[in-house]
C-alpha cells in the first residue's frame, strides 16, 4: 500500500476543495472535519513549487439542520515565475423542510483568482434541494435556488460585475466497500436576464480509504465560464491527488 500511495502521488496534486458531495443531514452528527493537503517541489530541468491547503468544519445536530465551512488555498510558480495563485471560502447552513428528503438552504461564498483576473468575488443565496436518499445504487442530491454575486477585477479593462444568478445542481455518490466512495457533481449557473451567460461546473471524485482517518483523493475538474475577463480562456480542465485526514 506504501508504495501504490507514492506512485500514485507523483502524478498530480491536490485540487483546492476537499469535498464535492453536499452534506447529507445526520450522516455525523455532531462535530467533524477535514484537512488536506499537498505540496510538490522540482528541481533541475525543471524549477517548479506547488502547496495546495484545505480545511472543513461541519456541525451536524443529527435531526434537523447542518453548518459547513469550507478554506481552500494553491499557490505554485515554475522557474520563478508565478502560475497559481487562488483562495476559496464557502459557508452553507442546511435545514429540513416536511420530510428529510426536502431542505433548504443558504450559503455565503468569497473566491480569489490571479490568473482568471478575479481581484475578489463574493456571493450569497440560497435554494431548495431533493435528496433520493442511499440505496444499493447510490445517493443522488438535486438542487435549485439563485444566488447574487460581485465581482472585481484586475484588469482595469474589466468592469465590475453585479449579477443573479440560477443556481441548478445534480450530485452523486456510491460507496465502494466500506470506506472509499466515488462521487459526481455538476453545476450550471446561468445569469437570470441572459442565459447566454453562464458558468459550468463538474467534477468527479474518487476518495480510497488508507489508514485509520487517513484518505487518498483524487479529483478531476472541468470547469467552463461562457464569458470570463478578457484574455481569460473559457476552459479549465484540471486533475488532482492529495492526502485527506478526517477527524
Known sequence: ??????????????????SIVPVELGKKPGVSG???GASERKRGNTDSVNYNVGLNLQY?????????SELTGSY??????????????????????????????????????????????????????????GSQYGNLFFGLGSFGEKIKYTSLIDPDESNTRIN???AYELKLGEDSKLAYVAYMQPKVNDFS????????????HVYKKLFL????????????AIGVKKT?????TSFILEF
Open 1 to 18: 500500500m506504501k508504495y501504490l500511495v507514492v506512485m500514485l502521488l507523483s502524478f498530480s496534486m491536490a485540487q483546492a476543495i476537499i
Open 34 to 36: 477535514k484537512l488536506q
Open 60 to 68: 451536524d445536530n443529527s435531526t434537523s439542520y447542518a453548518v459547513w
Open 76 to 133: 505554485g510558480e515554475t522557474n520563478g515565475e508565478e502560475n497559481t495563485n487562488k483562495t476559496y471560502a464557502h459557508v452553507r447552513y442546511i435545514h429540513t423542510l416536511y420530510r428529510k428528503t426536502w431542505n433548504w438552504e443558504s450559503f455565503i461564498q468569497s473566491e480569489t483568482n490571479k490568473f482568471t483576473k478575479v481581484d475578489r468575488k463574493y456571493l450569497a443565496g440560497g435554494g431548495l434541494r431533493y435528496n433520493l436518499l
Open 168 to 170: 441548478s445542481y445534480i
Open 197 to 208: 451567460d453562464y458558468i459550468m461546473s463538474n467534477a468527479v471524485s474518487l476518495k480510497i
Open 217 to 228: 483523493s483524487f479529483i478531476v475538474f472541468y470547469d467552463v465560464d461562457s464569458k470570463p
Open 236 to 240: 479549465d480542465y484540471t486533475q488532482k
